[in-house]
Structure formats: C-alpha cells, structure tokens
C-alpha cells in the first residue's frame, strides 16, 4: 500500500511541476490584453500630469508678472525700463517666484519647470503706442507639447498700423454645419495657446517634430505678433480663454 501511494504521489508531483504549452500561450494572451489597456491609460495620465506641471508653472510666472505690473504700471523691468527681449525682467520675475526657472526670452524652455518669458507693446486703433502692455510665457511640457499664455492689459493690436489684433479664438467648438460661429474676439486679459508635437504612427503626421516645437517654444517667437500660423508658431488668434485641448490651424493651439 506504501508502495503504490508513494508512487501515486510521484506521478501527481510530476504532472504539477510545469505549465503545459497552451496553458502559457493563453497566460502570455492574458498579459498582453491587460497590458495594451494599462499602458495606454498610464502614458495618458503621465502626460495630462506632464501638462498640468506645465501650465502651473506659466501661471505662476503671470502671477509674478502682474505683481510686476501692479508695482510699475506696466510689464517692463523694473532697472532699465526696457520691454522685450530684456534680461533683467527674467531675473526681476525670479525674485517675485522663485518656485519656478525664468529664463530669457530667446532661450527655450526645456520642460515643465523653465519657463521662457518677455513683455511686448501695444497699440490701439488710432496708431498710438500704449507702452509695455502685453506679457507673454511659455513652458516646454514632457510630454512634447510647448504651452503658451499671454496677458494684455490693454491694446487692440501687437504691432503698429492696425497689424496683429489681440483677439482670442471662437469658443463655440462643433461640427453642426446649421450652427455659426462667433468670430474672432477682441479681448484683453489672460489668453492661452499649445504647439504640440506631431511625430508618432497615432497623429499620423511627421510635420511637427518634438525637437522642432522646443525650438520654438521661447517666448520671443511666440510674441511676434504674426497674424499667420505656422507648424511651430501660435498667432494671436490662436488664443483661448482657458486651457484646453483643441487643435488649430497649423500651429495646432488652443488648449
């Protein structure tokens, strides 16, 4: 009886000591189909947290902007008084926020904690100069995707003669052919666009590539003022109230 218990048991162990070849072709499917729905689902909230990081930091150094404004009357540095491409107004919004990288506006940013800023003038619609009335900033997100905000105090144009108006993007979004959308508005106050990285087999589409959008995401060449888009440029009508993710002309703002 010993004999043919121990003999049961031998064959019991050698039957459980592996998986059968079907039995791990069906494991290895089970893992690739919770892997193609996880994988997917992480990278998508990697980057949306990518994008916040980003977008927090261009807040916070139009926060530091306006404190900036409030204490001079305008968007200039506070040493020499020069708007635009001035070194000291990066340094002078460091001191204001030091919780984030400023740095000049012909540099790019490199990600979501450097951000890329400059001031620009305004004019209204009888051609005179209002002063350094515009701020604008950018941050380069992990994701790949280049953010831009702006802020106008007043002005209706970025450059002399009536060129380049400060206006923001219809916010109506449909595809209801029956239904019109506003055009573009006139406004001042916070506006924000994105450059996003078009360079895998998703988009389909190689005309964005993501060294091509940290190039251009400096704020010296998003403040130019050009009413035409270009692939790595957001003109001022490219503009949102808010952040949100829609796609415009080339240039693919919005957000």
């Known amino acids: 009886m010993n004999k043919l218990i121990s003999k049961i048991k031998s064959k019991?162990?050698?039957?459980?000591?592996?998986?059968?070849?079907?039995?791990?072709?069906?494991?290895?499917?089970?893992?690739?189909?919770?892997?193609?729905?996880?994988?997917?689902?992480?990278?998508?909230?990697?980057?949306?947290?990518?994008?916040?990081?980003?977008?927090?930091?261009?807040?916070?150094?139009?926060?530091?902007?306006?404190?900036?404004?409030?204490?001079?009357?305008?968007?200039?540095?506070?040493?020499?008084?020069?708007?635009?491409?001035?070194?000291?107004?990066?340094?002078?919004?460091?001191?204001?926020?030091?919780?984030?990288?400023?740095?000049?506006?012909?540099t790019a940013s490199t990600s979501s904690r450097t951000v890329s800023v400059t001031s620009k003038q305004t004019w209204n619609s009888n051609a005179e100069l209002l002063g350094c009335q515009a701020f604008f900033a950018t941050a380069l997100s992990s994701s790949g995707t280049c953010w831009i905000a702006r802020f106008t105090v007043e002005g209706k144009f970025f450059n002399a003669g009536s060129v380049a108006p400060i206006v923001m993007a219809p916010t109506l979004n449909t595809q209801n052919a029956s239904i019109a959308t506003w055009t573009l508005l006139q406004a001042n106050g916070a506006a924000y666009a994105q450059i996003r990285a078009r360079s895998n087999a998703a988009d389909a589409?190689?005309?964005?590539?993501?060294?091509?959008?940290?190039?251009?995401?400096?704020?010296?060449?998003?403040?130019?003022?050009?009413?035409?888009?270009?692939?790595?440029?957001?003109?001022?009508?490219?503009?949102?109230?808010?952040w949100r993710d829609a796609s415009g002309a080339a240039g693919g703002a919005g957000n």
């Open 205 to 242: 589409d190689n005309t964005q590539t993501l060294a091509g959008t940290q190039a251009a995401c400096n704020a010296r060449n998003q403040s130019t003022g050009v009413a035409t888009s270009s692939q790595y440029y957001a003109a001022p009508s490219e503009f949102y109230s808010s």
């Open 12 to 106: 019991l162990v050698g039957r459980e000591s592996g998986f059968t070849l079907t039995e791990l072709a069906v494991a290895m499917l089970v893992v690739g189909i919770l892997a193609s729905v996880a994988v997917p689902s992480f990278l998508g909230s990697r980057n949306n947290a990518y994008d916040k990081e980003a977008q927090n930091s261009i807040n916070l150094a139009v926060n530091a902007a306006l404190q900036l404004y409030q204490n001079q009357g305008d968007f200039s540095d506070a040493n020499s008084a020069q708007c635009g491409d001035s070194s000291q107004l990066a340094a002078d919004l460091q001191k204001i926020e030091p919780n984030v990288d400023m740095i000049l506006s012909a």
